[in-house]
């Protein structure tokens, strides 16, 4: 999967040129873009100049674009790959998900038995209301036929938006496909510590906890802020405490980060991310950057998988949450990780949720708080 890349202004000049010098790569090329939420009014000139040149694109809307100084919300990255992925878009998948996206997967696979299954990347509107069950669904009906990972779209207001496109539509509460090689690994942390309380979810629906141990699940998560970390949570300042302590749905494997974004009237919380029923829960306290050792552990994996290859570029997107939680400190953990991954050049998007695959199960799971990173050169 060789790719190049760009970061281009939004003028119809500056893409064009762009495609021309990329023409030479050869007829089977295209194109992904990634687009912050700012710029979101260029997507009928961006579909426009794809149309007129005859390449194919497929993108998405982000909060903000990846530079390895830091954040950027203007322009476009544009990633050009030698041989254009296989991949299709979903208008919407809210009804019969599972089915429309475990049909769509199949007409990506290739013909005939592979050694090792591919990987499927998948790019959700982050306002569908249960991706986790969605993918659990899709597992079901596919189950380990593909490797699952990706990450979701929109906008950091989590206000409704068409926010998924290729050169003919926009879409929103879809999700797009794109189909990987069988050798392309995908590296995800989040390297939050846990707390030591155990709470269960003792009534909830998606992603929406009503009562934790019996209990308005709010009244639950301010005593238990205040306990464990002496923080006064009350609902005046709620956005700006709930970032830095989200809940972790306890798995048999690990802990999965969910980030209280609202609550209700009546006490409850909802969060980025679904907390099924009868969840075992533990709060967590989000690390500082000093004492987080996410970086080193995401660039040891990525070494691993490309044994000792150093990265001509590294694809990367970061959480909208966790960028709330670090502020100033987001920057200095990209240019961290550009440092650790040994690459002169990361780049990539704001995310609203993120995807990978349980190590050995291959099932999928989802995320927030998360790095995740593609690299660009596979063992060989």
Not at 33 to 58: T, W
Not at 339 to 354: C, H, I, K, S, V
Request: hydrophobic share 45%; aromatic share 6%; charged share 15%.
């Amino acid at each position: 999967m060789n790719s190049r890349q760009r970061l281009v202004t939004l003028e119809p000049g500056a893409i064009a040129g762009t495609l021309d010098a990329w023409r030479a790569l050869g007829p089977g090329m295209g194109v992904m873009a990634l687009l912050p939420e700012a710029e979101k009014a260029h997507i009928p000139m961006l579909q426009q100049v794809f149309r007129d040149s005859g390449i194919p694109l497929c993108g998405a809307v982000f909060p903000a674009l990846i530079i390895d100084t830091g954040f950027t919300t203007s322009g476009v990255w544009l990633v050009c790959f030698e041989r254009m992925l296989p991949h299709l878009l979903i208008a919407d998948v809210r009804t019969d998900g599972a089915t429309q996206l475990s049909n769509v997967i199949r007409q990506l696979l290739p013909t005939g038995a592979a050694a090792s299954p591919p990987t499927v990347f998948m790019v959700f509107d982050g306002m569908l209301p249960a991706i986790g069950t969605l993918l659990d669904d899709v597992h079901r009906e596919l189950g380990n036929s593909v490797v699952y990972t990706g990450v979701n779209a929109g906008s950091e207001t989590f206000t409704p938006m068409p926010c998924l496109f290729d050169q003919n539509q926009c879409v929103g509460f879809g999700v797009l496909v794109l189909l990987m090689p069988a050798d392309r690994q995908v590296v995800l942390h989040h390297g939050y510590p846990v707390s030591k309380r155990l709470m269960t979810a003792t009534s909830s629906t998606g992603n929406r906890i009503d009562t934790i141990d019996n209990r308005p699940a709010l009244e639950v998560y301010q005593s238990v802020i205040q306990a464990e970390y002496g923080v006064t949570l009350t609902r005046e300042n709620f956005y700006d405490h709930a970032v830095h302590f989200p809940f972790g749905v306890v798995t048999a494997v690990d802990v999965l980060v969910r980030i209280p974004v609202a609550f209700t009237d009546d006490g409850a919380l909802v969060c980025v991310g679904e907390v099924p029923p009868n969840t075992l829960l533990r709060l967590l306290r989000a690390p500082q950057l000093k004492d987080s050792e996410c970086v080193l552990t995401m660039a040891q994996k990525i070494d691993a998988i490309t044994r000792g290859v150093a990265q001509p570029s590294l694809l990367t997107f970061y959480c909208a949450g966790r960028r709330m939680h670090f502020r100033d400190d987001a920057v200095e953990e990209v240019i961290q990780l550009k440092a650790a991954a040994r690459t002169p050049l990361l780049f990539g998007a704001l995310t609203l949720g993120e995807i990978d695959s349980m190590e050995d199960l291959d099932m999928p799971r989802f995320h927030n708080a998360a790095l995740v990173c593609v690299p660009s050169v596979a063992p060989q």
